[in-house]
């Protein structure tokens, strides 16, 4: 039995194979509750999911993968997949896609201040990057580049926002209380989209 990720949803993959991984998706996201990523070993997962460490491995190679396999699941579930999003829809402000993404992350903060912060997991914030790299490239594509990066190539322009981007959504979690997740919601997209939006004070 191969390893397999969220990606493999849309293909035909044997509905036991799914159970078991949705199982270890919500074993690790309950331990995570309790204590830190860095705490949460492959054994602990397997405790708690009931199964053995070598099914672990038959589906998952580490729990930084796990973990961004679990946080895409989450947001799929809630209609918060940012692969829906496509700048150029007719709408200045965020679009709902993305506002439901910011509630979501808002609503589970604790668990995307350990998997976005410092000491948080790069499998989960590289497959965030390269999603929201694909949304700058299509806005650039479609709008053109800011001035300060209308130098650049648009694949390293959109590499330079998402970088941006990323950098917006840890300040947001960093703060204590958290704004609006419309406000971090419009700021991001009007990074990625290349238009200028406004909050309302």
Do not use: C, K
Request: hydrophobic fraction near 45%; glycine fraction near 8%; charge should be negative.
């Amino acid at each position: 039995m191969g390893r397999v990720t969220i990606q493999d949803e849309g293909a035909r993959v044997d509905p036991r194979v799914l159970r078991t991984r949705r199982l270890l998706q919500d074993a690790l996201l309950s331990l995570a509750r309790e204590r830190s990523l860095d705490e949460i070993s492959v054994a602990d997962v397997a405790d708690r999911a009931t199964v053995n460490r070598s099914t672990f491995y038959q589906h998952y190679p580490d729990t930084d993968t796990l973990l961004a396999d679990a946080l895409d699941a989450q947001a799929a579930l809630v209609g918060a997949d940012l692969s829906q999003i496509h700048p150029g829809t007719g709408s200045e402000g965020p679009p709902d896609v993305l506002v439901r993404y910011a509630t979501h992350v808002a609503e589970n903060v604790g668990l995307y201040r350990s998997a976005l912060g410092e000491h948080g997991s790069p499998v989960a914030v590289t497959r965030l990057r390269r999603r929201i790299s694909g949304l700058a490239l299509e806005g650039l594509e479609l709008h053109g580049a800011p001035p300060a990066l209308s130098g650049l190539p648009l694949p390293i322009a959109a590499a330079a926002l998402a970088g941006s981007v990323i950098g917006v959504l840890v300040a947001w979690l960093e703060r204590d209380p958290l704004p609006p997740a419309q406000d971090v919601a419009t700021w991001a997209w009007s990074a990625v989209s290349g238009w200028p939006t406004a909050i309302d004070s």
